[in-house]
């Protein structure tokens, strides 16, 4: 009896890994660019006491984030409307660039004004970089190697989340608060060094725009214009409505009201309708944003006025979250499963988390119960979110995955600026002594339990 060998084609397959020869430079470009973004994200609020005191502005904290926030909103659709009809390579270049001058702007600011504006080119610079980020990955990566370039992505904030608010607070006190953004400019360098050769990787399909309406430049541009106007004006309306009630409540309607319209035409066809497939699947990321950081914006304030914790203890609960976030990412990338399970598991850890983290202002109850039931919460968004990401890009046509991928970080912006702005109002109108403040975060937590307990209900519409 002959025996024969094996045919190579009788091995199994074993799909690259992201640090392979094929994808090294790419990952290791992205990873940089994603963690100078992290660690900026991680760092600026803990020098933004500082700010104000030196610049004048006791309101330049909720601003700056608002600033941010609606300018990364607006150019996550520009972003993607270019990387669907010219490639992701401008944008990702263009986005680094203009990071990097934002950073600059804000450590050379002498004025309030001259700060907001060095954060809004901080935004439009990171929102154009993380949309390009998404299309980069689903046009460079094969299929079965997406879902570990997301995890490494998200695990890149890991790092910038554990040591960025202790360094910035170091540079803080011995330099001065300008050395934090003036410190993370030279290191946009090599980021870029190692994304030049990374960038002429590609598919033909970037020469085959998507002709749906949402691959319409000027149509798109106004939607992403009305969007980041509708926003900015309903959160500054919701803010004053305990203040002057009739102005707040006409600048709350047409803030919505443009909100509305330019989501319709941003969203795939049916999302505001939750119809099944890549509709609620981009859905979905927005209620995991809002839920989650909606109460993570507010924990430290929670345990240092209602518990007394000094600064750094308050802080640990959110560091520590940042742990689970990235398990939850790597166990996704390393598992298989339906995407609306593991959806709905990640929506239902981060349910949980929230009702258990709700406890830590409760008298009698140690505040440090935060600390594990964020854990689960960061688990819970690493492992959902992920799988998010994964799904939305799979269920995209090649022509569509930048107009996608700008969807999903409008949802996800847009989610988490509403949450947190709707906290700060919710703060205002109940009180700032340590009682009311205890009602205030009971009240932020029930609400965002809400919302990520309807992403768990949903979930099964992704499918």
Same mark, same amino acid.
């Not at 933004?48 to 607006?74: N, T």
């Not at 209620?287 to 240092?304: D, K, R």
């Not at 690493?382 to 991928?405: D, H, K, W």
């Given at each position: 009896?002959?025996?024969?060998?094996?045919?190579?084609?009788?091995?199994?397959?074993?799909?690259?890994?992201?640090?392979?020869?094929?994808?090294?430079?790419?990952?290791?470009?992205?990873?940089?660019?994603?963690?100078?973004?992290?660690?900026?994200?991680?760092?600026?609020?803990?020098?933004?006491?500082?700010?104000?005191?030196?610049?004048?502005?006791?309101?330049?904290?909720?601003?700056?984030?608002?600033?941010?926030?609606?300018?990364?909103?607006?150019?996550?659709?520009?972003?993607?409307?270019?990387?669907?009809?010219?490639?992701?390579?401008?944008?990702?270049?263009?986005?680094?660039?203009?990071?990097?001058?934002?950073?600059?702007? @804000? $450590?050379? %600011? #002498?004025?309030?004004?001259?700060?907001? &504006? !060095?954060?809004? /080119?901080? *935004? =439009?610079?990171?929102?154009?970089?993380?949309?390009?980020?998404?299309?980069?990955?689903?046009?460079?990566?094969?299929?079965?190697?997406?879902?570990?370039?997301?995890?490494?992505?998200?695990?890149?904030?890991?790092?910038?989340?554990?040591?960025?608010?202790?360094?910035?607070?170091?540079?803080?006190?011995?330099?001065?608060?300008?050395?934090?953004?003036?410190?993370?400019?030279?290191?946009?360098?090599?980021?870029?060094?190692?994304?030049?050769?990374?960038?002429?990787?590609?598919?033909?399909?970037?020469?085959?725009?998507?002709?749906?309406?949402?691959?319409?430049?000027?149509?798109?541009?106004?939607?992403?214009?009305?969007?980041?106007?509708?926003?900015?004006?309903?959160?500054?309306?919701?803010?004053?409505?305990?203040?002057? @009630? $009739?102005? %707040? #409540?006409?600048?709350?309607?047409?803030? &919505? !009201?443009?909100? /509305?319209? *330019? =989501?319709?035409?941003?969203?795939?066809?049916?999302?505001?309708?939750?119809?099944?497939?890549?509709?609620?699947?981009?859905?979905?990321?927005?209620?995991?944003?809002?839920?989650?950081?909606?109460?993570?914006?507010?924990?430290?304030?929670?345990?240092?006025?209602?518990?007394?914790?000094?600064?750094?203890?308050?802080?640990?609960?959110?560091?520590?979250?940042?742990?689970?976030?990235?398990?939850?990412?790597?166990?996704?990338?390393?598992?298989?499963?339906?995407?609306?399970?593991?959806?709905?598991?990640?929506?239902?850890?981060?349910?949980?988390?929230?009702?258990?983290?709700?406890?830590?202002?409760?008298?009698?109850?140690?505040?440090?119960?935060?600390?594990?039931?964020?854990?689960?919460?960061?688990?819970?968004?690493?492992?959902?979110?992920?799988?998010?990401?994964?799904?939305?890009?799979?269920?995209?046509?090649?022509?569509?995955?930048?107009?996608?991928?700008?969807?999903?970080?409008?949802?996800?912006?847009?989610?988490?600026?509403?949450?947190?702005?709707?906290?700060?109002?919710?703060?205002?109108?109940?009180?700032?002594?340590?009682?009311?403040?205890?009602?205030?975060?009971?009240?932020?937590?029930?609400?965002?339990?809400?919302?990520?307990?309807?992403?768990?209900?949903?979930?099964?519409?992704?499918?």
């Amino acid at each position: 009896m002959q025996v024969t060998a094996p045919k190579a084609l009788d091995a199994p397959h074993k799909p690259p890994g992201i640090l392979g020869p094929e994808y090294r430079t790419a990952t290791l470009g992205i990873l940089l660019v994603v963690t100078l973004i992290a660690f900026e994200g991680m760092s600026v609020g803990v020098v933004m006491p500082a700010i104000a005191e030196e610049l004048d502005a006791l309101d330049l904290y909720g601003l700056s984030f608002s600033a941010f926030l609606i300018a990364s909103l607006f150019m996550n659709v520009v972003a993607g409307l270019w990387s669907d009809r010219r490639g992701y390579r401008v944008p990702f270049l263009a986005g680094v660039v203009l990071f990097a001058i934002g950073m600059a702007l @804000a $450590g050379a %600011a #002498g004025s309030a004004e001259l700060f907001l &504006l !060095a954060r809004a /080119v901080q *935004g =439009l610079g990171g929102g154009a970089s993380i949309v390009a980020l998404y299309v980069m990955i689903a046009r460079v990566y094969a299929m079965e190697v997406r879902p570990k370039a997301f995890a490494a992505v998200s695990a890149a904030w890991v790092v910038p989340a554990m040591v960025g608010p202790s360094v910035a607070g170091f540079v803080g006190e011995q330099w001065g608060w300008r050395y934090v953004f003036y410190g993370i400019v030279p290191l946009v360098v090599p980021a870029l060094v190692m994304l030049v050769p990374a960038l002429r990787m590609g598919s033909a399909a970037e020469a085959q725009p998507g002709s749906g309406p949402r691959s319409r430049p000027v149509e798109m541009t106004l939607a992403a214009t009305a969007t980041a106007g509708g926003a900015g004006l309903l959160l500054h309306g919701v803010d004053r409505l305990h203040v002057k @009630a $009739g102005e %707040a #409540g006409v600048e709350t309607v047409v803030g &919505l !009201a443009l909100l /509305v319209y *330019g =989501l319709y035409r941003l969203l795939p066809p049916g999302a505001l309708r939750f119809r099944r497939g890549l509709a609620t699947t981009v859905l979905m990321r927005g209620f995991f944003s809002a839920a989650f950081f909606g109460v993570n914006a507010y924990i430290p304030l929670a345990l240092q006025h209602v518990k007394s914790f000094d600064t750094t203890s308050a802080g640990i609960a959110l560091t520590t979250g940042a742990l689970g976030w990235s398990a939850g990412s790597f166990l996704q990338s390393r598992r298989a499963g339906e995407a609306h399970t593991r959806i709905r598991l990640g929506a239902g850890c981060v349910t949980a988390a929230i009702l258990v983290c709700l406890l830590s202002v409760v008298p009698g109850v140690t505040g440090w119960i935060s600390v594990p039931a964020w854990i689960v919460a960061g688990f819970g968004m690493g492992f959902g979110l992920t799988t998010i990401s994964v799904t939305a890009m799979r269920q995209s046509p090649v022509n569509e995955q930048g107009a996608n991928s700008a969807a999903l970080s409008v949802t996800d912006q847009l989610g988490s600026a509403l949450s947190i702005g709707i906290g700060g109002a919710l703060v205002n109108v109940i009180g700032h002594s340590s009682s009311q403040i205890a009602t205030g975060f009971l009240v932020i937590c029930g609400l965002m339990a809400v919302i990520s307990l309807s992403a768990t209900l949903l979930a099964g519409r992704v499918r």
